[in-house]
């Protein structure tokens, strides 16, 4: 746990489009974003932001926030700039699967992408299908028949734990692929009980959270929110259209909630108070 912030955050989120085609029932996407429209970032700006992270010692950038990065046309350019100009950054995407091929995978990797999360709840097709809306049996099939060692290193099975998952049978099925589980995160603001609690078993305390101390998250229209669970921005530091990141990051709304991650007191950040990562939140409402 950080208690004392980086100088410059070592891993940047920047969300290059607003938009997502998933029906995933742990994810509030269809409940708060489903009708906005299309906000892509700008790539000029973009890659301003990337010159700048080359003078500090930025460790990931990961080109995904709360939406589906392949729907951005645009993608592969985006990866290919922050590729060549940091060298030594990791460089991920974070992927619902829908959209992805053999050749799409191919040139991910060609344009210099680092790793490629997928997100797989289930090997269950049955129980997939009822958690992400969609059938298992495309996305299985060409992960299942991909030989080249190389691309197999770049992708990790991200497995959002429900009570669907059977650790061994996504080993047996795709254990040639780094499989990297979590507990799901929840906020009582997402307004998604319905669903959510259709496909776990109970909520889980998985706290405490320090990413405001050594992350940035950098959302499509240009707001930097405090972390990439605030869906509704909930707290906005500042903005990358009118500031640079250095100077976002010392600014005194960012160090006003740096000082609360350090004593603990997520009850006085709006976007924590109610997140299973605030324990007294936790407590009291699941535990009482």
Known sequence: MRTVALDFPKSILIETLNLCQG????C????IRKNEKPVFFDIERFKELIKEMSNHEVKRITLFNNNEPLLDYRICEFIKF??????DTEITLST????????????????????????????????YKEIMGVSLEKLLGLLEKIEDKELCKMIRIAVPKTKYYDHDLMK?????YLICEWDLEYKENWKIDDIYNGVIDSIHYVGPCDRPMDQMVISSNGNVII???????????????????????????????QEHIAYGDYDSIDCCKDCNMNKNYYLKRFKE
């Open 23 to 26: 029906n995933c029932k742990f």
């Open 28 to 31: 509030p996407y269809t409940r």
């Open 82 to 87: 922050a590729h060549e100009n940091l060298k």
């Open 96 to 127: 619902n699967g829908i959209l992805l091929t053999m050749d799409k995978l191919i040139e991910l990797k060609a344009v210099g992408l680092t790793t490629l999360y997928i997100s797989i709840p289930t090997i269950n097709k049955e129980n």
């Open 172 to 176: 047996e099925k795709l254990g040639k």
């Open 227 to 257: 972390c990439c669970r605030d869906w509704n921005y909930q707290n906005i530091v500042g903005n990358v259209y009118e500031k640079s990141i250095y100077d976002i990051w010392h600014g005194k709304e960012m160090k006003k909630i």
